[in-house]
């Protein structure tokens, strides 16, 4: 068997039709039928049945189809490993929270655009969840998110390094004034949060939406980040976020920091990609620039 007659025969098995799977192929009807033939010869078996006035396959012919469509995949793969050897071209999908995307991600993209300029990168804003999804169904190459890596076994990750978390409130607010502030402190405190599955709401469940006992008031859920700083700025409550997206706001004096004194002040970072299957010849290149200019451990 030959690879360009599965080929053949994976479009004819598709189009049951001579003449419009040489069309698909842009070869002449006769070398179709040629290789189809060559194919049963090798194989000893009828794959089409001619009989009837429509090609039909044969139960051979349904059972190689699975085969064959397997068989051209390993090909692609096979060739698209040997090609990230090379200067890897292609397009290269990135999903990330809209933080990493406007604070940590455009030095990485910068970078990787320079030393691997065949690669077209796309990259597209997300929670975590969303994310995550994108890469399990193969929408997305790969994703960062915030927090502990994935557990499900369809995944492979690299821890990035973590960042800071901080408790944010508006200029004056009393929080701001005190020396230290402990999580009990924080009760009762209006709080703005994110939605739910979005990654940093996961940090605010997880170190003060958990804790026994009275526990911040929730007053509001945003989609937006730019919108909940905003929001925290005019006076609406406090916030737990990422430092690197309140760092412009801070420094100019439109938010304010609560000098808490929990213990956990740092979020982990991951990138996440599949563990199996055809991966984009760019994705090995990206990993390694991530990890040169982000601080990340060997693998």
């Not at 969303?130 to 502990?148: I, K």
Request: proline share 7%; hydrophobic share 40%; net charge negative.
């Amino acid at each position: 068997m030959q690879l360009r007659q599965l080929n053949t025969f994976r479009t004819v098995a598709e189009t049951l039709n001579i003449t419009r799977a040489a069309e698909r192929l842009n070869y002449a009807q006769s070398s179709v039928t040629e290789q189809i033939q060559s194919l049963e010869a090798d194989l000893g078996v009828a794959l089409l049945d001619r009989s009837g006035r429509r090609i039909r396959l044969t139960d051979a012919g349904n059972r190689l189809v699975e085969y064959a469509e397997r068989m051209l995949q390993l090909t692609e793969e096979a060739r698209a490993a040997v090609s990230k050897m090379a200067d890897p071209a292609g397009e290269l999908t990135i999903g990330a929270p809209e933080t990493l995307c406007v604070y940590r991600l455009p030095s990485l993209l910068t970078r990787f655009r320079e030393t691997h300029p065949k690669v077209r990168v796309v990259l597209r804003p997300g929670n975590r969840s969303e994310s995550r999804g994108g890469v399990r169904e193969g929408t997305l190459d790969l994703c960062f998110t915030f927090g502990p890596p994935p557990t499900e076994p369809e995944f492979e990750s690299m821890a990035l390094a973590p960042e800071t978390v901080v408790v944010v409130a508006p200029p004056g607010h009393p929080l701001t004034r005190m020396n230290e502030v402990t999580t009990a402190e924080l009760a009762g405190v209006d709080f703005l949060v994110t939605e739910p599955g979005c990654s940093y709401r996961r940090m605010y469940d997880e170190t003060l939406g958990s804790v026994r006992g009275p526990r911040p008031t929730v007053v509001a859920e945003l989609t937006s980040i730019g919108a909940l700083r905003s929001c925290v700025a005019e006076g609406m409550g406090c916030a737990l976020l990422p430092g690197i997206a309140v760092a412009a706001d801070l420094a100019r004096g439109a938010l304010e920091t609560v000098p808490w004194t929990n213990a956990r002040r740092e979020t982990e970072v991951q990138v996440s990609w599949r563990a199996q299957g055809a991966e984009s010849p760019g994705l090995r290149p990206f990993l390694d620039t991530a990890r040169e200019l982000l601080g990340t451990p060997a693998l």
